[in-house]
């Protein structure tokens, strides 16, 4: 496939599987990058992104001003329940899962997020994957000229080439970027990790 009809793949695969999730409504990438851009302007608080992956795919690179599931739970979330929280990963299932427990534990704004692959089509300039996260500080994003939302999107960042597609099916990147996979080592303990998630956590309120 070439990069257009991977998008167009992509758009009708992502509501697919987040569909799984109806009480959640999916947002698209193009309007997360709106309410991003209306932050940077000081007209609305900025979206909280949360990047559910493993650390394996999140290293390989990531959106910009993203923040993992663990440093979100390490913040004081009960001042965070009213923000809009979108979690993401690949292509929805892992961050509708996600979303479906911020729900349950009182977010009021949470959304799914369209993930990786459809972001590696729509963003440009300085909204592109980052290499490395670009989180510089241990402030969210406010999006009214505090350090923390101009720390969160610090020019100090390197773009990246390469994208975590988790599994050769989804290889739908947009062109530029080389797809990664799981090694056979990173998928036995991710398939580790997701029944030990699935066990013990994902009934568990967060914050």
């Not at 009708?12 to 193009?30: H, K, M, N």
């Not at 963003?123 to 290499?131: E, F, I, N, S, T």
């Not at 020019?155 to 599994?167: P, T």
Request: hydrophobic share 35%; net charge neutral.
């Amino acid at each position: 496939m070439n990069s257009k009809e991977k998008f167009e793949h992509a758009k009708q695969i992502v509501p697919e599987y987040a569909s799984s999730f109806p009480d959640i409504p999916l947002i698209t990438t193009e309007r997360v990058l709106e309410l991003r851009a209306s932050a940077k302007a000081g007209k609305v608080e900025e979206p909280v992104l949360v990047d559910v992956r493993s650390d394996s795919e999140r290293n390989v690179s990531t959106i910009p001003g993203s923040i993992s599931r663990e440093d979100f739970e390490s913040r004081e979330l009960q001042s965070l329940k009213g923000r809009c929280v979108v979690p993401y990963c690949t292509i929805g299932v892992r961050s509708g899962r996600y979303a479906l427990r911020l729900k349950k534990s009182g977010f009021t704004d949470v959304h799914n997020g369209e993930g990786v692959l459809l972001w590696s089509h729509v963003a440009q300039g300085d909204d592109k994957l980052v290499k490395v996260p670009a989180v510089a500080t241990t402030e969210l994003p406010s999006g009214n000229g505090t350090p923390g939302a101009s720390c969160m999107h610090s020019n100090v960042r390197e773009s990246a080439s390469h994208i975590h597609v988790f599994s050769p099916r989804f290889d739908l990147a947009a062109d530029g970027y080389t797809p990664v996979t799981f090694t056979q080592w990173e998928k036995t303990k991710y398939v580790a990790a997701c029944w030990w998630y699935q066990v013990f956590e994902s009934d568990k309120p967060v914050g």
